[in-house]
Protein backbone atom coordinates (compact mmCIF):
# COMPACT_ATOMS: atom_id res chain seq x y z
CA UNK A 1 0.00 0.00 0.00
CA UNK A 2 3.09 2.45 0.50
CA UNK A 3 4.65 1.86 -2.23
CA UNK A 4 1.04 2.62 -4.47
CA UNK A 5 0.63 5.64 -2.97
CA UNK A 6 3.80 6.71 -3.35
CA UNK A 7 3.36 5.96 -6.78
CA UNK A 8 0.45 7.57 -6.92
CA UNK A 9 1.82 11.03 -4.95
CA UNK A 10 5.18 10.93 -5.30
CA UNK A 11 7.23 13.70 -6.91
CA UNK A 12 10.42 12.29 -7.12
CA UNK A 13 12.47 11.10 -9.81
CA UNK A 14 11.67 7.19 -9.13
CA UNK A 15 7.77 7.50 -8.64
CA UNK A 16 7.71 9.83 -11.90
CA UNK A 17 9.00 7.50 -14.01
CA UNK A 18 6.92 4.68 -12.38
CA UNK A 19 3.56 6.43 -13.49
CA UNK A 20 5.14 7.24 -17.05
CA UNK A 21 6.19 3.87 -17.99
CA UNK A 22 2.81 2.74 -17.03
CA UNK A 23 1.30 5.30 -19.32
CA UNK A 24 3.36 3.99 -21.95
CA UNK A 25 3.12 0.44 -21.62
CA UNK A 26 -0.62 0.77 -21.20
CA UNK A 27 -1.15 2.82 -24.37
CA UNK A 28 1.63 0.80 -26.49
CA UNK A 29 0.17 -2.79 -25.48
CA UNK A 30 -3.92 -1.81 -26.04
CA UNK A 31 -2.80 -0.06 -29.46
CA UNK A 32 -1.00 -3.06 -30.59
CA UNK A 33 -3.03 -6.30 -29.59
CA UNK A 34 -6.21 -4.38 -31.02
CA UNK A 35 -5.01 -3.66 -34.14
CA UNK A 36 -3.15 -6.69 -34.33
CA UNK A 37 -5.29 -9.31 -32.91
CA UNK A 38 -8.55 -7.58 -33.21
CA UNK A 39 -8.82 -5.90 -36.20
CA UNK A 40 -5.92 -8.21 -38.47
CA UNK A 41 -3.84 -5.13 -39.08
CA UNK A 42 0.22 -5.95 -38.88
CA UNK A 43 1.54 -2.47 -40.37
CA UNK A 44 -0.84 -0.42 -38.15
CA UNK A 45 -0.43 -2.40 -35.16
CA UNK A 46 3.66 -1.57 -35.93
CA UNK A 47 3.39 1.87 -36.49
CA UNK A 48 1.14 2.13 -33.39
CA UNK A 49 3.31 0.80 -31.11
CA UNK A 50 6.41 2.45 -32.33
CA UNK A 51 4.56 5.69 -32.16
CA UNK A 52 3.89 5.29 -28.20
CA UNK A 53 7.07 4.24 -27.73
CA UNK A 54 8.96 6.89 -30.02
CA UNK A 55 6.97 10.14 -28.36
CA UNK A 56 7.03 8.68 -25.06
CA UNK A 57 9.41 6.19 -24.40
CA UNK A 58 12.42 7.93 -26.37
CA UNK A 59 11.57 11.22 -26.35
CA UNK A 60 12.17 13.21 -23.26
CA UNK A 61 9.25 15.60 -22.79
CA UNK A 62 9.71 17.76 -19.71
CA UNK A 63 6.78 18.22 -17.70
CA UNK A 64 3.78 16.47 -16.03
CA UNK A 65 1.46 14.07 -18.31
CA UNK A 66 -1.39 16.42 -18.74
CA UNK A 67 1.69 19.19 -20.27
CA UNK A 68 3.15 16.56 -21.88
CA UNK A 69 -0.37 15.07 -23.52
CA UNK A 70 -0.46 18.63 -24.40
CA UNK A 71 2.75 18.69 -26.49
CA UNK A 72 1.59 15.43 -28.58
CA UNK A 73 -1.52 16.89 -29.28
CA UNK A 74 0.38 20.00 -30.77
CA UNK A 75 2.78 17.74 -32.72
CA UNK A 76 -0.09 15.16 -33.63
CA UNK A 77 -0.18 16.63 -37.29
CA UNK A 78 3.42 17.37 -38.21
CA UNK A 79 4.21 13.42 -36.56
CA UNK A 80 1.62 12.65 -39.81
CA UNK A 81 3.56 14.38 -42.11
CA UNK A 82 6.83 13.26 -41.40
CA UNK A 83 5.26 9.51 -42.00
CA UNK A 84 3.97 10.76 -45.09
CA UNK A 85 7.29 12.29 -46.42
CA UNK A 86 9.49 9.09 -44.89
CA UNK A 87 7.08 6.79 -47.12
CA UNK A 88 7.16 8.73 -50.66
CA UNK A 89 11.27 9.39 -50.18
CA UNK A 90 12.03 5.86 -49.65
CA UNK A 91 11.95 4.99 -53.19
CA UNK A 92 15.32 5.77 -53.65
CA UNK A 93 18.23 5.82 -50.84
CA UNK A 94 19.50 9.21 -51.72
CA UNK A 95 16.51 10.66 -51.31
CA UNK A 96 15.89 9.10 -47.94
CA UNK A 97 19.30 10.40 -46.78
CA UNK A 98 18.69 13.49 -47.87
CA UNK A 99 15.20 13.90 -46.58
CA UNK A 100 16.76 12.67 -43.22
CA UNK A 101 19.55 16.04 -43.27
CA UNK A 102 16.73 18.01 -44.05
CA UNK A 103 14.29 16.96 -41.55
CA UNK A 104 16.92 16.44 -38.62
CA UNK A 105 18.23 20.18 -39.14
CA UNK A 106 14.98 21.80 -38.62
CA UNK A 107 14.15 19.27 -35.60
CA UNK A 108 17.57 20.20 -34.27
CA UNK A 109 16.71 23.66 -34.79
CA UNK A 110 13.56 23.60 -33.25
CA UNK A 111 15.17 22.91 -30.11
CA UNK A 112 15.27 27.24 -29.95
CA UNK A 113 11.45 27.15 -29.17
CA UNK A 114 12.42 25.83 -25.29
CA UNK A 115 12.42 22.18 -23.44
CA UNK A 116 9.54 20.83 -24.90
CA UNK A 117 10.11 21.25 -28.46
CA UNK A 118 13.51 20.13 -27.75
CA UNK A 119 12.25 17.14 -25.97
CA UNK A 120 9.75 15.78 -28.56
CA UNK A 121 12.61 15.78 -31.67
CA UNK A 122 13.35 12.61 -30.86
CA UNK A 123 10.55 11.24 -31.84
CA UNK A 124 9.80 13.10 -34.58
CA UNK A 125 12.97 12.42 -35.88
CA UNK A 126 12.23 8.76 -35.51
CA UNK A 127 9.19 8.97 -36.96
CA UNK A 128 10.49 9.79 -39.90
CA UNK A 129 13.22 7.04 -39.88
CA UNK A 130 10.32 4.00 -39.61
CA UNK A 131 8.60 4.96 -43.26
CA UNK A 132 11.85 5.67 -44.79
CA UNK A 133 13.30 2.52 -44.50
CA UNK A 134 12.91 -0.38 -47.58
CA UNK A 135 10.20 -1.62 -48.63
CA UNK A 136 8.84 1.48 -50.83
CA UNK A 137 5.09 0.89 -49.98
CA UNK A 138 2.82 3.68 -50.66
CA UNK A 139 0.06 1.97 -50.74
CA UNK A 140 0.12 0.74 -47.02
CA UNK A 141 0.26 4.43 -46.31
CA UNK A 142 -3.25 4.68 -45.04
CA UNK A 143 -2.98 1.73 -42.65
CA UNK A 144 0.51 3.35 -41.66
CA UNK A 145 -1.31 6.86 -40.68
CA UNK A 146 -4.03 5.19 -39.00
CA UNK A 147 -1.90 3.40 -36.75
CA UNK A 148 -0.32 5.93 -35.91
CA UNK A 149 -3.18 8.43 -34.71
CA UNK A 150 -4.19 4.95 -33.26
CA UNK A 151 -0.88 4.54 -31.20
CA UNK A 152 -0.91 8.76 -30.17
CA UNK A 153 -4.36 9.35 -29.64
CA UNK A 154 -4.35 6.25 -26.83
CA UNK A 155 -0.99 7.79 -25.63
CA UNK A 156 -2.75 11.37 -24.70
CA UNK A 157 -5.24 9.86 -23.09
CA UNK A 158 -3.03 7.67 -20.99
CA UNK A 159 -0.79 10.54 -20.09
CA UNK A 160 -3.86 12.75 -18.95
CA UNK A 161 -5.92 10.31 -17.11
CA UNK A 162 -3.61 7.39 -16.13
CA UNK A 163 -1.85 8.22 -12.65
CA UNK A 164 -1.75 11.92 -12.63
CA UNK A 165 1.18 13.85 -11.56
CA UNK A 166 0.83 16.34 -8.33
CA UNK A 167 0.62 19.90 -9.55
CA UNK A 168 3.93 21.61 -8.95
CA UNK A 169 4.24 25.20 -8.28
CA UNK A 170 5.07 26.85 -11.72
CA UNK A 171 7.53 29.89 -12.06
CA UNK A 172 4.82 32.15 -12.46
CA UNK A 173 3.73 31.04 -8.51
CA UNK A 174 7.18 31.42 -7.40
CA UNK A 175 7.64 35.00 -8.77
CA UNK A 176 4.67 35.78 -7.30
CA UNK A 177 5.28 34.35 -4.06
CA UNK A 178 8.61 36.26 -3.97
CA UNK A 179 6.88 39.53 -4.83
CA UNK A 180 4.71 38.84 -2.18
CA UNK A 181 7.79 38.47 0.34
CA UNK A 182 9.38 41.66 -1.13
CA UNK A 183 6.00 43.63 0.00
CA UNK A 184 6.01 41.61 3.54
CA UNK A 185 9.89 42.70 4.24
CA UNK A 186 9.61 46.10 2.80
CA UNK A 187 6.47 46.54 5.47
CA UNK A 188 8.67 45.19 8.31
CA UNK A 189 10.75 48.34 6.83
CA UNK A 190 8.77 50.66 7.13
CA UNK A 191 8.37 49.93 10.84
CA UNK A 192 11.17 50.67 13.60
CA UNK A 193 13.74 49.86 13.46
CA UNK A 194 13.79 49.57 10.25
CA UNK A 195 15.81 46.51 9.36
CA UNK A 196 14.76 42.74 9.15
CA UNK A 197 14.62 40.27 11.75
CA UNK A 198 17.08 37.47 11.37
CA UNK A 199 13.93 35.05 11.05
CA UNK A 200 12.83 37.08 8.23
CA UNK A 201 15.79 37.25 6.18
CA UNK A 202 16.28 33.94 6.66
CA UNK A 203 13.36 33.33 4.78
CA UNK A 204 13.15 35.96 2.05
CA UNK A 205 16.54 34.29 1.10
CA UNK A 206 14.89 31.08 0.91
CA UNK A 207 12.15 32.06 -1.57
CA UNK A 208 14.45 34.01 -3.57
CA UNK A 209 16.51 30.69 -3.59
CA UNK A 210 13.31 28.91 -5.33
CA UNK A 211 13.79 30.86 -8.48
CA UNK A 212 17.19 29.60 -8.96
CA UNK A 213 16.89 28.09 -12.10
CA UNK A 214 18.59 25.02 -11.47
CA UNK A 215 15.94 24.70 -8.37
CA UNK A 216 13.09 25.05 -10.77
CA UNK A 217 11.75 21.99 -12.38
CA UNK A 218 12.56 21.85 -16.21
CA UNK A 219 9.26 22.10 -17.56
CA UNK A 220 8.60 25.14 -15.47
CA UNK A 221 11.68 27.11 -16.37
CA UNK A 222 10.93 30.17 -18.45
CA UNK A 223 13.57 28.99 -21.24
CA UNK A 224 11.13 29.83 -24.18
CA UNK A 225 12.31 32.45 -27.07
CA UNK A 226 8.24 33.94 -26.77
CA UNK A 227 7.54 37.36 -25.01
CA UNK A 228 5.83 35.97 -21.88
CA UNK A 229 8.71 33.63 -21.01
CA UNK A 230 11.12 36.29 -21.11
CA UNK A 231 9.30 38.67 -19.02
CA UNK A 232 8.35 36.07 -16.68
CA UNK A 233 12.47 35.61 -16.60
CA UNK A 234 13.34 39.11 -16.09
CA UNK A 235 10.61 39.32 -13.21
CA UNK A 236 12.19 36.56 -11.22
CA UNK A 237 15.71 37.93 -11.65
CA UNK A 238 14.20 41.41 -10.70
CA UNK A 239 12.32 39.76 -7.62
CA UNK A 240 15.74 37.88 -6.83
CA UNK A 241 17.62 41.16 -6.42
CA UNK A 242 14.97 42.91 -4.80
CA UNK A 243 14.54 40.40 -1.60
CA UNK A 244 18.49 40.61 -1.37
CA UNK A 245 18.47 44.59 -1.55
CA UNK A 246 15.74 44.45 0.87
CA UNK A 247 17.83 41.66 3.07
CA UNK A 248 20.83 43.54 3.30
CA UNK A 249 19.68 47.11 3.34
CA UNK A 250 21.51 48.74 6.52
CA UNK A 251 19.25 50.17 9.82
CA UNK A 252 19.36 54.17 10.10
CA UNK A 253 22.14 55.78 12.14
CA UNK A 254 21.52 54.99 16.20
CA UNK A 255 20.22 58.39 17.78
CA UNK A 256 18.76 59.44 14.13
CA UNK A 257 15.06 59.05 12.83
CA UNK A 258 14.58 57.47 9.73
CA UNK A 259 14.09 60.31 6.66
CA UNK A 260 10.73 61.00 5.13
CA UNK A 261 12.26 59.94 1.14
CA UNK A 262 13.29 56.67 3.14
CA UNK A 263 10.37 55.94 3.85
CA UNK A 264 8.64 57.25 0.66
CA UNK A 265 10.75 54.48 -1.12
CA UNK A 266 10.15 51.75 1.03
CA UNK A 267 6.06 52.49 0.86
CA UNK A 268 6.58 52.43 -3.10
CA UNK A 269 8.51 49.74 -3.08
CA UNK A 270 6.07 47.79 -1.04
CA UNK A 271 3.13 48.92 -3.01
CA UNK A 272 4.84 47.68 -6.06
CA UNK A 273 5.33 44.33 -5.18
CA UNK A 274 2.01 44.06 -4.12
CA UNK A 275 0.95 45.17 -7.24
CA UNK A 276 2.97 42.66 -9.39
CA UNK A 277 1.90 40.09 -6.79
CA UNK A 278 -1.55 40.40 -8.19
CA UNK A 279 -0.61 40.94 -11.76
CA UNK A 280 1.36 37.61 -11.56
CA UNK A 281 -1.82 35.51 -9.56
CA UNK A 282 -4.71 37.22 -10.78
CA UNK A 283 -3.95 39.24 -14.33
CA UNK A 284 -5.10 42.26 -13.00
CA UNK A 285 -3.07 45.08 -12.96
CA UNK A 286 -1.63 46.65 -10.37
CA UNK A 287 -4.32 48.91 -8.20
CA UNK A 288 -1.62 51.29 -7.37
CA UNK A 289 1.04 53.65 -8.96
CA UNK A 290 4.14 53.99 -6.80
CA UNK A 291 5.63 56.52 -9.75
CA UNK A 292 4.52 59.93 -7.89
CA UNK A 293 6.28 58.78 -4.44
CA UNK A 294 7.86 61.51 -2.74
CA UNK A 295 11.79 61.60 -3.55
CA UNK A 296 11.45 59.49 -6.62
CA UNK A 297 8.96 60.85 -8.80
CA UNK A 298 8.73 63.48 -11.32
CA UNK A 299 8.29 65.88 -8.73
CA UNK A 300 11.60 64.87 -6.78
CA UNK A 301 13.74 66.93 -5.21
CA UNK A 302 17.46 65.02 -6.28
CA UNK A 303 19.43 67.26 -8.87
CA UNK A 304 19.42 65.19 -11.34
CA UNK A 305 16.10 64.61 -11.22
CA UNK A 306 15.59 68.88 -13.08
CA UNK A 307 15.67 69.62 -16.20
CA UNK A 308 16.79 73.73 -16.19
CA UNK A 309 15.82 75.86 -18.72
CA UNK A 310 18.71 77.91 -20.19
CA UNK A 311 18.73 81.29 -19.37
CA UNK A 312 17.20 84.21 -21.73
CA UNK A 313 20.21 85.27 -23.95
CA UNK A 314 22.18 82.03 -23.54
CA UNK A 315 23.36 81.32 -27.35
CA UNK A 316 21.91 78.47 -29.44
CA UNK A 317 25.29 76.32 -29.05
CA UNK A 318 25.35 76.27 -24.66
CA UNK A 319 22.10 74.67 -24.96
CA UNK A 320 22.37 71.54 -26.86
CA UNK A 321 23.89 68.90 -25.23
CA UNK A 322 26.70 68.05 -27.38
CA UNK A 323 30.17 69.04 -26.59
CA UNK A 324 31.05 70.71 -30.42
CA UNK A 325 28.45 72.14 -31.54
CA UNK A 326 27.97 73.50 -35.34
CA UNK A 327 27.93 77.19 -33.53
CA UNK A 328 31.20 76.43 -32.16
CA UNK A 329 32.98 76.07 -35.55
CA UNK A 330 31.59 79.09 -36.98
CA UNK A 331 33.44 82.26 -36.97
CA UNK A 332 31.53 85.57 -36.48
CA UNK A 333 29.40 83.38 -33.93
CA UNK A 334 27.94 84.53 -30.58
CA UNK A 335 30.20 81.72 -29.31
CA UNK A 336 33.19 82.69 -30.99
CA UNK A 337 33.10 86.58 -30.91
CA UNK A 338 35.96 88.35 -29.58
CA UNK A 339 38.94 85.31 -30.32
CA UNK A 340 41.04 85.83 -32.87
CA UNK A 341 41.44 81.93 -33.20
CA UNK A 342 38.09 81.02 -33.67
CA UNK A 343 37.58 79.49 -30.97
CA UNK A 344 34.51 78.89 -28.87
CA UNK A 345 34.38 80.97 -25.60
CA UNK A 346 31.48 80.70 -23.02
CA UNK A 347 29.04 83.87 -22.58
CA UNK A 348 27.17 84.35 -19.41
CA UNK A 349 23.59 85.68 -20.28
CA UNK A 350 24.56 89.53 -20.48
CA UNK A 351 27.05 88.67 -22.93
CA UNK A 352 30.63 89.16 -21.07
CA UNK A 353 33.11 85.97 -21.21
CA UNK A 354 32.65 83.57 -18.80
CA UNK A 355 35.65 83.07 -16.26
CA UNK A 356 37.52 79.99 -17.14
CA UNK A 357 37.26 76.67 -15.18
CA UNK A 358 40.05 75.02 -14.33
CA UNK A 359 40.41 71.62 -15.55
CA UNK A 360 39.17 68.37 -13.24
CA UNK A 361 42.00 67.49 -10.98
CA UNK A 362 44.55 70.59 -11.86
CA UNK A 363 45.87 72.71 -9.44
CA UNK A 364 43.55 75.54 -9.97
CA UNK A 365 40.67 73.34 -7.99
CA UNK A 366 41.61 72.74 -4.28
CA UNK A 367 40.39 69.19 -3.41
CA UNK A 368 40.08 67.76 -7.13
CA UNK A 369 43.55 66.46 -7.24
CA UNK A 370 42.64 63.70 -4.84
CA UNK A 371 39.42 63.08 -5.94
CA UNK A 372 40.13 62.28 -9.36
CA UNK A 373 36.62 62.41 -11.49
CA UNK A 374 34.63 65.81 -12.09
CA UNK A 375 31.96 65.94 -9.35
CA UNK A 376 29.87 69.07 -9.29
CA UNK A 377 30.55 71.89 -6.56
CA UNK A 378 28.35 72.98 -4.40
CA UNK A 379 27.84 77.01 -3.58
CA UNK A 380 29.79 76.78 -0.51
CA UNK A 381 32.96 75.76 -2.38
CA UNK A 382 33.46 71.90 -1.03
CA UNK A 383 34.42 69.68 -3.40
CA UNK A 384 31.64 67.09 -2.21
CA UNK A 385 27.89 66.80 -3.43
CA UNK A 386 25.52 67.81 -0.80
CA UNK A 387 23.32 65.40 0.38
CA UNK A 388 20.19 64.05 -1.46
CA UNK A 389 17.72 61.47 -0.42
CA UNK A 390 18.74 58.15 -2.69
CA UNK A 391 16.46 57.56 -5.24
CA UNK A 392 15.82 53.84 -4.30
CA UNK A 393 17.41 51.53 -1.01
CA UNK A 394 21.16 51.26 -1.51
CA UNK A 395 21.68 53.63 -4.42
CA UNK A 396 25.22 54.67 -4.63
CA UNK A 397 24.02 58.53 -4.46
CA UNK A 398 23.66 58.71 -0.76
CA UNK A 399 26.85 56.96 0.98
CA UNK A 400 27.40 57.61 4.55
CA UNK A 401 30.91 57.40 6.20
CA UNK A 402 30.14 53.80 7.84
CA UNK A 403 30.48 52.37 4.29
CA UNK A 404 27.20 50.82 2.96
CA UNK A 405 24.10 52.79 1.04
CA UNK A 406 21.29 53.74 3.07
CA UNK A 407 17.79 55.91 2.19
CA UNK A 408 17.81 56.74 6.23
CA UNK A 409 20.99 58.67 6.94
CA UNK A 410 21.45 62.33 6.06
Not at 171 to 192: I, T
Amino acid sequence: MRALEELRTGTGAVPAAARRSVRVTLAACLAFYVLLYGLDRSVGATYALFAAVALAGLSRIPGSGRQRAVVIVRVLPVTCVLVVIGTFLAVRTWTAVAGMLVIGFCLAFAAAGGPRPAGAAPGLQLMYILPSFPPYAPDDLPERLGGTLVGLVLLILAERYVLPDPRVPGYRDRAADAAVEAARCASDLERPPHTLPAAEAERSKAVAETLRPSLVPEAERPAGPGVRERALAHTGLAARTLLARLRNLPAPAAGLPARKPGLHVVRAVRESADGTAVLLREGNPPPTDSAPCGGCGPNSPTPRSRSRAPAPGTPRCWRSPTPRSSCARRRNSPCTAGRPDGKATRRTASGTPARARPACGGTGSPGTAARGPCTSRTPSGSPWPSPSPAPWPGSTRSRTASGPCSPWSA
